[in-house]
């Protein structure tokens, strides 16, 4: 009997990349292990009421659900696939603050790493096209609306094309 060739699962490779990412330091260099999960609201309402105390799950990429993939013999295509990198934040700051304490020091830099370890991984390629939304305050919509994340954040909306093979990720020096 021949060997069956497993499925390609994106979370799982993006997981194998993620795991190379460095931990992000803040201003007294403690440092935060990137916390990567995915799932639509209602996952993500549950992850983080499981996360409530010590172990926060920041900064935080979340693979937004859901998502299409068009599997092929040796790959697995995503088109628009998003992520949320996410801290949490105040209320009171305003955005000036916000884009020096949060998204200068935390998500720009997670954000640049994560583009370095997709460049560097043998199994994913992307076209080097990123969309990239920011959401200072990230409890609200566009239209005002409040979201129904139990958490108040500072986030990089990031969404981007890219195809995912089978091959064996060879380790990552970012």
């Known amino acids: 009997m021949g060997v069956v060739k497993q499925s390609i699962i994106v979370e799982d490779r993006f997981r194998e990349i993620f795991n190379y990412l460095p931990n992000m330091k ?3 260099l403690n440092e935060f292990p990137i916390v990567f999960d995915g799932g639509d ?6 992850f983080l009421t499981t996360k409530q105390g010590d172990s926060r799950p920041y900064p935080l990429i979340w693979l937004v659900y859901p998502f299409k993939e068009i599997h092929t013999k040796k ?3 995503l088109d628009s696939v998003t992520f949320i990198l996410a801290v949490e934040t105040n209320s009171e700051m305003l955005n000036k603050q916000r884009l020096d304490e949060t998204f200068k ?3 720009f830099p997670l954000l640049f790493n994560i583009r370095k370890a997709f460049e ?3 199994i994913i390629n992307i076209n080097d096209e990123y969309e990239i939304i920011k959401h200072p305050n990230y409890s609200s919509d566009e239209n005002g609306e409040q979201l129904s994340s139990i958490e108040l954040w500072d986030a990089l909306k990031v969404t981007f094309d890219c195809s995912i093979n089978n091959s064996c990720l060879r380790p990552l020096k970012i």
């Open 75 to 77: 790959e697995v295509k």
């Open 26 to 28: 803040d201003d007294n």
């Open 120 to 122: 560097k991984a043998c």
């Open 105 to 107: 020091k935390i998500l």
């Open 41 to 46: 609201e209602r996952e993500l309402n549950a």
